[in-house]
C-alpha cells in the first residue's frame, strides 16, 4: 500500500470527503486527489509534500511521523520527479487566499499605524515640565531655585542662558531676582527644530 492509498483509505473509513478535508486542512481538492495517487509531480517541492502530508495525518487522527518516513521510503524509490516550479495564487483555496489576505491587511494597518506615529513624534514640538517651589518670595530674596524635565535631545534655555540637562533629561537651575516681578522663560528647542516655551512670574512682596 502506498502512502497515498493510506491516506485515502483513512479518509473513507473517517467517511470525510474531499471537500471536508480541503476546508479542515486548506489544501486544495487537486492536491489532496494527487497525494492520494502519488502523483509528486504536481508539487513544487518534497518539503511541500511533507507539509500537506502532516497536516493530512494529524486530520485523519494518524501518526503523522510513521506517514512521512512511509512517504520518505517510497520518495526515495522514485529517482526522476520533476516539481513544478511555482504555486500560483490560483491554486490556493478560497479560505487560504481569505486568511492571507487578512494576513497582509493587518500588518500593513500596523505598518501605517508605526509611520504615522513616528511622523508625528518627529513634527511635535519638545514637552517641557517645570516645577518653582514658591510663586512669591520675600523681598530679601535674591534667587530661587527651577527645576523640571524635558527631552534629552532637547537644548534648553532659561532666560537666555543655556541649562544643561542630565542624562534623563531633567535640569536644576538657580535664578536670581532682580526686581519685584521676575518673568522666568523656559524655551525647549528639541531634535526636529520645533520649540516649547514657557513663561512664569516670581513676585518678591515684603
Known sequence: MSVGELLKQARIKKQYSLK?????????QKYLIAIESDSWELFTSKI?????LRNYARYL??????????FRR???KKEDIRFKRKVHEHEFSPDT???LKSIFIVVGFIVVLYVSFQFYLYLKPPYLSVVISDYTVTKNTDRIKVSGSTEKES???????????????????????????????FEVVGANGKKTTNEQIVTRKE
Open 20 to 28: 471536508d478535508v480541503e476546508k479542515n486542512i486548506r489544501v486544495r
Open 97 to 99: 487566499k481569505k486568511t
Open 61 to 70: 487522527d494518524l501518526d503523522n511521523r510513521k506517514v512521512l518516513a512511509f
Open 155 to 185: 537644548v534648553l534655555t532659561i532666560n537666555g542662558e543655556r541649562v544643561y540637562l542630565n542624562r534623563d533629561g531633567g535640569f536644576e537651575y538657580t535664578v536670581p531676582l532682580k526686581s519685584l516681578n521676575n518673568k522666568i522663560v
Open 48 to 52: 511541500y509534500i511533507e507539509g500537506i
Open 74 to 76: 517510497e520518495f526515495e
